[in-house]
Each structure stands twice: as C-alpha cells, then as structure tokens.
C-alpha cells in the first residue's frame, strides 16, 4: 500500500441499474487530495445516483469505491461520515429551534460526569465551536438560533460541521444555488481554505463559469456514462456543453404528425408576487400545439404553470384565453376554463394512494357522474373508468385496485386519463415521464402526439434535452425566472438550449 | 393451488378481522353463558348501540378528511340540555322556562340539532380557513361548548338542576316502539339509527361531498390540485358532523328521559375508538359504514356481555383499551406490509 496515495477517493467502475433504466453504467470518478473536483451533467446523467452510491443510499451493482486507498463497504450516511466524506446538501437540513452548536455537535454531544452519569458539557460545546468557526473564519455566533440565519450562514455552518468530523472529502451539491453574489464569494474562501488544509471537494453545479473558476478537475457525466475527466484549465464553456450533451434521439420519440393551428392561450408579463420566482413571462400556446418549457432546475419553470393553473398568485400579467382575458384563482377556475395541470410530484400532488383506480380517474370530474336524482352513480364510475383504462393501456387486474399498487408509469397514465376526462383545451405536462420506464415513456409521448392532433394543446416541462426536442413544436427555454429564448423545435440543438439556459 | 389458498384464507382474515373477532366474541359469551343469545340481548345491544352509531358516524367524516374532532362529546351533552330544557311537561314544578307553552315536539328538536351544526361549522371553519390542527381546534371547542352549556344549564330558576319532566310526546321518540308490547318490539331509536346509517351510507358512497372527503383525507393537496374546494367541503364536512352530535344528544335526552350539562362526557373517545376498530384510518381516506356500525357493536357486546356474565367492569376496561391497541397495530401493519 503506497504511503500517500494519488487519489484521497476513487470511484471504480460503478454500475447501478433499476427496473429498466441503467442509471449508471461503468462510471469513475477519481480525486486528488486537496483539490477541487467539479462533477457536471445534464439533469438525470446520473450525478446523484452516482453520489447516493458514495453515501450508502444506494448499493452499487458492480464497482470499486476506495478511500485513502484501501477499499471501503460504506453501507450508510453514517458510514461515510465515520471515513471521512459528507455531504452539503442543496436542501439544508438543519435543527432550526436549536442553536448553531447543538446543530454542529448533534448526536455527539461533549458530555462530562461519573460513570453512567453523564451530562451535556454545554462550556467546552461552545469553546470547541468557537475554536472551529474562528479557524474557519466564519463569522457566526455559537449560541446563535439557526432558524434565524441567513441561506449562506447555514450552509456555511453544514460546511463547519462537515470539517469537524475531519472530512477528507466533502460534497457540495448545488451550493450556490440560493445565494446571492457576495455570498458566493464567501463560500469560494471558505473553499479555497478548506482546500489550503488538504480537504478535497466535489463540487456538483450546472453553473459554467463557477465551476471554470474554482475547480481542478471537471469529470462530465452523460446519461449515466463517464464522458471524460479534464483539467479545468483545459477547458471553456464550450468545450463543456459540447461534452454534457451530443447523443443520437432516433428512434425515442414518435414521429410527430400534430400541427399547430391558431393561437389559444396567451400568457403576458407574468410575475410572480415572490421576487425571487419567475418574472415577466410572455408567450402564446397555438391550438394543436406542444410547447416545450426547458430550463435548469429552479428556472422556475413549474411556477409558471403553476400560476396558469391557479395555484400561483400573480403580482402583474395576464392570461387570455381564445382572445379572451381569464382570471383563474384556485384550480377549480383552472379546471372549469378547460386547461388541465399533471403535476410533477406524481406521489405529492397527483394521486390518492388509499383510493382505487377508478376513484382516481374520477376524481377531477365527478359531476358528470351524477344522476337525475343528484347522486353519483358508481356504476358509470365503474364504466368510465373502465373505458379509461383500456384507451390509456394501464395495466391493472381490475380498476377496484388500489392506485398505490400500481408501477410510477401507470399511475401517470391514470393521471392522464383523470385530466382527460375533465375534457380540457390546454395540458399542462410537469415532467410527463420523470421516473417512469422508457415503454411507458414512448406510450405517455404517443399520447401526446394523438391529443395534438386532436386539437388539445400541450405544454410540456421537460428537464430531459432530448425529449423537449424530440417532442416540442417550439421550446421556451426559461433562466433564473425569465425566459431566455424561444427556439423552433426542429431546429434546435441541444448545445442552443443549453446555452440559453446556463449562461 | 395450495399456497394460493393459505393467501386467499389471509386476505379473508384480513379483510374481515372486525366481523370475525365480533362473531368470535359473541361465540365466547354465549359458550360461558347460553342464556346470552336471545332475542332480548338483540334488542338491548342495539338500543345501546343506536345513539353510539350516530356520533360515531358523525365523527367518522371527521376522520376520514384526516381530521379528528374532541368535541363530539361536549356538542351531545349540549344539544341534549337544549332539547330537554324545552321539552317539559306544562305542568311539571320546576320547569327550565316557566312560562314556555309545551312546543310542537319538532321545534325544540330540529334547534338542538342546529346548535350542534353550528359549532360543527365553527369546528370547520377553524379548521379549513385558520389552519389550527384539527385536534387543537376541537379541544378548544370541546372546552367552550362544556362551558356554553354550564352557563345555560346554570341559568335562574334552573340553577344546575337535572332536567327532568319530559313531555310524554318527546320520551317516547326515546323510549317508544313498534311492533308488540316486549320482546319483539323494535325502539324508534334503533329504527333512527338505521335511517341515519343509510343517509350517510349514501353521502358517503354517491355524493361529490363524499367522494371528495375521501379525497381530501387520501391527499389533500392532490384534492386541491384535482380542482376540489377544499376549505368549503371541509366546512360542510365538520357541520354534517355536528348535526349528527345535535340529534344524538336529542335522543339521549328522550332515553334517559333527562338531562344534565355533564350528558355526552367523552362520548368522543368511544366513538373514535368505534370507528378505528371497525377500520377507519386516523391518516385519512380510508373508511366505510359497515365497518363503523360492526366497531360500534363490538363495543356494545363487550360492555353487555362481558356484564352478562359476570365479568368485572374494570376487566372490561383493560379489555376494550386492548382491543383498540390492537385493531391499530393490525391496520398499520397491513399498510407497512404493502409498500
């Protein structure tokens, strides 16, 4: 065994796979000490999966993972903290009724006493917190409530907590996305510090000139493959998107036959009462039409049609329907004015677990349910739903099952077919085919194509380059809130979108 | 063949725990006392179950939104002194209003049951508009309607005295019959209780109000993005149940042919623990009447039976807390098998 290792973690040869889709498929990942290493990709090229496998979330199906070179089992988070590698999350995770030094020392607490008789070492708590934020240079109190710190304060301070459990590595996944400017900069002396102390990074970011100006290594991911590992001064902003993306699209979407007529929707100057969402959205939607939506996650590409949909308030805009001005406040105004919204959080927001299939299919419609005497007849229920089934292919034993027995794919065609039965003019897809097979995937793009034709329009969020391209008439790419361009969707390139939509 | 049998007889059990262990329990009480099965223990179990059905139900639509309501209890003992305070003979001494002519016996009825809507309806809206946990609000209320009608109960001349001195009209809605004099009679309350089970069978089962409170307790904000008025379908939902309280504490008042602000008092829990027994998931959803109306029973059969044949009260106790323990667990454990 060398003495110093070139590498503090290695990643060999990790293959992941789940019920038809090879997430990752032969991937390395190898890091020199006390570097900076930014890990890129599309969304979905793998890049958590790839780090769920690191922190023990996932068990790998092949491949090596060495620390420090010597080979390591590590079977939870836990686990990887003990040898050394934690994780800043996007999301931050903190205790916030408790102060900043519970929040570091947590689970692991200085105790002092007699025996068994062990009590909480409140001084030396504060004196070790003391001693670790001043070597960091962070300017936090320790007794300081951790609700009442600011985004950067808290990361900074997951940051402090990851140092003093001695991490050799530490991951940062999005770290900058919810900061502002100066904060940024902090964090990257924060970086550079912990980097000066021989502390390696992985440093997961979408955003080009970050990554350009503070990492040592770049390794890019492309649909769960290893594209390559450069040195970052290798590299230019170019060189990087023409690597993320490039792949062939034959044969993956069905061959679009729908054609865009009239204009139905118009959507001008919305924005949104948070000053942080999207801001001054215009666009129109043709009958018969699928408009992609594209963009890097927090775009805010959701909130938009969040807002058409009525769940969104708005500060300035309007929403004109066949010419007509809306005014859509819940979604039952949403639902009523024919536009139809299949959310993105299937399990959250989409079905009723403890209800059957037919109870979700029903669900956005009953009053067309009702019979003379102004009850609901479940005998139609038991029809319709039927019908629905058979025309959207779900493959279930009968539409008395539970919907929660059923696979993600045919939940979403359930889904479809309650938003169908609403009869609406306008669809709303919110990443359609997230989690789902690639053969319901193909079912879920067919349909689309057939209610295109049928005169419905369709916009359609996709974080997938290659399917707003294969399936969108025009794409709007959205950044930071803002639509950053419009593109033809039989023209367009995904180094184009990508552009748009990172710069 | 064999092994798809063994899964078929589980679901079976599983499936129908509650009728099982009801029929179960019932096989047990008669085995120590062959005496117990006759039609007269039929009938007493019943009219013991009848007003229980009532609240149960009512509190039955709280829970499957995923809610839960304390003050089911409070509004029975509430409504029951209303409806009794108004419902004396015209020449009974101590008469809660002196000078109240004997109203039509509907009237007083029909305004016990609206003050027990209305604080549903407050129930509801505390709920829906101000977003205070079901459990906070209902304990609230379940305080203030104790104290509503401590005040009432209170008033000069009555002073706290138990209301007695129904009117021969309005007992007999507790304590009537028909059929023959006896044994083969069926009570008028019994026959309510029947009704009442199959309006709400059908409001929950062919209305949108109830489709959507199933909705609401499966995923509210799926509901919400199903296009559903949440807020308002929860409103109505608390106001159904506290009319179901009102004309239970009603016909509690006619059975026991009284009444006093203490009337109701934890009524709430029993109902709970009927509805959980007989299947109704405290996480929302999940729910149906028969189940309720079986939870009810076995509750009624464990109080009339287990006295039926000697057993301790305070065994009777241990044995129903150890029974709604276990009907939780079962269920749990029948979801946590699923996932």
């Given at each position: ?19 038809g ?232 979407y069905p061959?679009?036959t729908n ?5 139905l ?22 009958k018969g039409?699928i ?14 049609i969040?807002?058409l949909f009525g769940m ?19 979604p039952s105004d949403a639902i009523r004015q024919g536009i139809a919204l299949l959310t993105e959080e299937r399990r959250v927001t989409g079905i009723f677990p403890v209800l059957t299939i037919a109870e979700n299919t029903v669900i956005a419609n009953l009053g067309r349910f009702k019979t003379p005497?102004g009850l609901i007849s479940n005998a139609r229920i038991g029809e319709v739903s039927q019908q629905s089934v058979e025309k959207f292919r779900v493959k279930t034993p009968s539409t008395k099952q539970l919907i929660r027995n059923l696979s993600g794919g045919n939940q979403q065609k359930v889904l479809l077919a309650r938003w169908l039965l609403t009869d609406p003019e306008v669809l709303l897809l919110d990443e359609p085919t997230r989690g789902i097979d690639i053969g319901a995937k193909y079912e879920i793009y067919s349909f689309m194509i057939e209610l295109a034709k049928q005169g419905k329009s369709i916009i359609m969020i996709s ?8 399936m ?32 | ?203 929950f089962n062919n209305t949108r109000l109830g489709k959507n409170m199933y909705a609401i307790g499966g995923n509210i904000q799926a509901a919400n993005v199903s296009g559903i008025n949440v807020?308002?379908n ?51 959803g999940v ?51 699923k996932?």
């Amino acid at each position: 065994m060398p003495e110093h290792p070139a590498y503090v973690l290695e990643m060999n040869n990790i293959s992941k796979s789940f019920p038809g889709v090879k997430a990752l498929d032969d991937v390395t990942l190898k890091l020199r000490p006390g570097t900076v290493h930014a890990l890129m990709g599309e969304n979905g090229a793998g890049k958590s999966t790839l780090m769920k496998c690191l922190f023990g979330i996932y068990k790998p199906d092949g491949g090596e993972i060495m620390l420090g070179g010597q080979l390591v089992h590590i079977n939870s988070s836990k686990d990887a903290l003990t040898l050394g590698v934690s994780m800043i999350h996007q999301e931050l995770n903190p205790v916030p009724q408790r102060d900043v030094m519970e929040n570091i020392w947590l689970g692991r607490f200085p105790t002092r006493g007699l025996g068994p008789l062990q009590f909480i070492d409140h001084r030396k708590m504060q004196e070790d917190t003391v001693k670790l934020l001043k070597d960091l240079e962070m300017d936090i109190h320790p007794k300081q409530k951790v609700g009442d710190l600011s985004v950067s304060k808290i990361q900074s301070l997951e940051i402090a907590k990851a140092v003093s459990f001695h991490s050799k590595v530490i991951v940062m996944d999005e770290p900058t996305s919810s900061l502002t400017g100066n904060e940024v900069e902090q964090l990257f002396r924060i970086i550079n510090e912990l980097r000066r102390r021989g502390v390696s990074i992985i440093y997961i970011s979408h955003k080009m000139e970050e990554i350009l100006c503070i990492s040592d290594d770049v390794t890019i991911m492309r649909d769960g493959k290893h594209v390559g590992t450069w040195e970052a001064k290798e590299l230019t902003i170019d060189k990087i998107i023409t690597r993320m993306v490039g792949r062939d699209l034959s044969n993956r979407y069905p061959e679009r036959t729908n054609v865009p007529g009239e204009v139905l929707l118009r959507a001008e100057g919305l924005t949104s009462v948070h000053p942080h969402s999207f801001k001054d959205v215009s666009f129109e939607l043709r009958k018969g039409e699928i408009l992609g939506l594209g963009g890097l996650v927090g775009a805010q590409r959701t909130e938009v049609i969040e807002a058409l949909f009525g769940m969104r308030a708005l500060k300035q805009g309007s929403i004109h329907l066949h010419g007509k001005k809306i005014k859509v406040k819940a979604p039952s105004d949403a639902i009523r004015q024919g536009i139809a919204l299949l959310t993105e959080e299937r399990r959250v927001t989409g079905i009723f677990p403890v209800l059957t299939i037919a109870e979700n299919t029903v669900i956005a419609n009953l009053g067309r349910f009702k019979t003379p005497y102004g009850l609901i007849s479940n005998a139609r229920i038991g029809e319709v739903s039927q019908q629905s089934v058979e025309k959207f292919r779900v493959k279930t034993p009968s539409t008395k099952q539970l919907i929660r027995n059923l696979s993600g794919g045919n939940q979403q065609k359930v889904l479809l077919a309650r938003w169908l039965l609403t009869d609406p003019e306008v669809l709303l897809l919110d990443e359609p085919t997230r989690g789902i097979d690639i053969g319901a995937k193909y079912e879920i793009y067919s349909f689309m194509i057939e209610l295109a034709k049928q005169g419905k329009s369709i916009i359609m969020i996709s974080s997938e380059m290659p399917e707003l391209i294969g399936m969108s008439d025009r794409i709007i790419v959205m950044r930071e809130g803002r639509i950053s361009g419009i593109v033809d969707g039989k023209a367009a390139t995904e180094e184009e979108i990508m552009r748009l939509a990172a710069q | 063949m064999n092994a798809l049998d063994a899964k078929g007889v589980k679901h079976f059990f599983s499936q129908n725990a509650i009728y099982i262990i009801l029929v179960l329990l019932i096989i047990g009480i008669a085995v120590a006392d062959p005496n117990f099965i006759g039609i007269t223990t039929l009938r007493d179990i019943l009219l013991q179950s009848s007003t229980r059905v009532i609240i149960a139900l009512g509190v039955a639509f709280v829970l499957i939104t995923g809610g839960t309501d304390l003050s089911a209890g409070r509004i029975v003992g509430l409504s029951a002194v209303v409806s009794a305070s108004m419902l004396q003979m015209s020449d009974y001494p101590r008469k809660f209003f002196p000078n109240l002519p004997e109203l039509p016996i509907i009237v007083p009825i029909v305004l016990a049951i609206v003050v027990g809507l209305i604080f549903g309806l407050i129930n509801g809206i505390i709920v829906a508009k101000f977003h205070v946990p079901p459990f906070i609000a209902t304990l609230g209320s379940m305080v203030i309607v104790y104290g509503v009608n401590s005040f009432y109960f209170d008033m000069k001349p009555n002073q706290s005295q138990p209301i007695g001195g129904l009117s021969k009209e309005f007992s007999k809605l507790g304590t009537g019959y028909i059929g023959p004099n006896g044994t083969y009679s069926i009570p008028y309350i019994v026959i309510i209780a029947i009704v009442v089970s199959f309006i709400v069978w059908v409001i929950f089962n062919n209305t949108r109000l109830g489709k959507n409170m199933y909705a609401i307790g499966g995923n509210i904000q799926a509901a919400n993005v199903s296009g559903i008025n949440v807020s308002r379908n929860l409103i109505y939902i608390y106001a159904i149940a506290g009319a179901l309280y009102g004309l239970a504490g009603v016909l509690e008042a006619a059975r026991t042919g009284g009444a006093t602000n203490n009337y109701g008092n934890m009524y709430e829990l029993d109902a709970i623990a009927a509805c959980v027994v007989g299947g109704v998931s405290t996480a929302g959803g999940v729910g149906r009447v028969r189940g309720i109306l079986a939870g009810v029973l076995i509750f009624s059969v464990i109080n009339y039976g287990l006295t039926f044949v000697g057993v301790s009260p305070y065994w009777q106790l241990i044995i129903k807390g150890m029974i709604i323990v276990a009907a939780v667990a079962f269920d749990i454990r029948k979801y946590v098998a699923k996932k």
